[in-house]
């Protein structure tokens, strides 16, 4: 069963000072992220992998998702494979999905900020302001964005996975909620597309599933708060088995309200059972309380939008002998959200709709 560690204000304090010799050792700004900080980050890694990803939802009711990936996240010891994920869904629940799968010369990035090209795809931005282009098999889009909120990481970006401090995974947050406008082209079919987007950007050197068993990982923006979240169960690590990771942003406007992830905690309930078998909660409960203040997001009414075999780029006559090692499968949900916040002063009861997933590596994962 996976356990949550209870931490002591040593543990707390020394957790603090760790994150702000990592801070310092990365060259990070510990008051702010840096365009930089969206630029290629593995350039001269040869194992690992990254991606830049962008959601968008539209007024219309339809979304895309964009993802810039230098190569497959299943295989961080590869040789680059550049390629460009697209998937778009009308307002009436009509899927389109097409890879650009490019050569690794078509592969252009710089480090000091965000300038992604892979083939006629690409994507520029200094975090405040982002433009991208991109086309796959049918599908196009000329997007125009603007951040809304704070851009963030969590501490000092990175998360190291093993005691030696050499399997890693990293995240930074350049636009945890914008705006976005243009145009999108489906089958031939172009119109004009204006709404809300989220973007993020990760890098790694492991592959996930032998680290970790699942998670849940939310977005959501509610009256003038916007939020992430997350809780990471991990596949028995450090000597310390199964343990629960939290992260957790929370902003009003441009201020950011807290990003403590040690004081958030999940309860879920009334399982039901999903695509391959899979379970699902139907109700998340995420609780945060510290001295400063709490905050209560009740998750209820999840719509699956997106369920999706991660090997399924994997040869069909591989995949059986595969699973038999993971069994890694993505839901992507779309759920009614109570936000109650009671914080710095603050208080406040907002409703809205929250975006979220649930990774599923192992077959047998489900949340304890």
Known sequence: MAKEIELSDEMRKRIAEENAAAIEREGLNPDAVEPWEDGYRTAKQEDAFEWWYFDAQFDDGST????FN????TKPKGPLAPSVLFITRSAEGVRKSAVLNGETTDLESSTEGCDVRIG???VKGDLAQYELHAEADGLAADLRIK???PSWRPGAAITYLDP???LYFAWVVPVPYGTVEGELEVDGNRKQVKGTVYHDHNWGNFLLAKMLDHWYWGRAHVGDFSIIFAQLTTAGILGLGAVKLHTFFLSRGDEILTDDGLPLHLVTRDFREGPDGRMYPSELD???EAEEGSVKMAIRN???IESIDTLGEVAGWARPLVHLVTNPWYYDFEADLALEVDLKGIKAHEEGRVIYEQMLFHKKAVDD
């Not at 895309?64 to 993802?67: E, P, R």
């Not at 230098?70 to 996240?73: G, I, R, S």
């Open 286 to 288: 995420f609780s945060w």
């Open 120 to 122: 006629p795809s690409w």
């Open 64 to 67: 895309c998702v964009i993802t």
């Open 164 to 166: 030696g401090k050499k």
């Open 302 to 304: 999840p719509k699956l």
């Open 70 to 73: 230098t190569k497959p996240n």
């Open 147 to 149: 951040r809304a909120a």
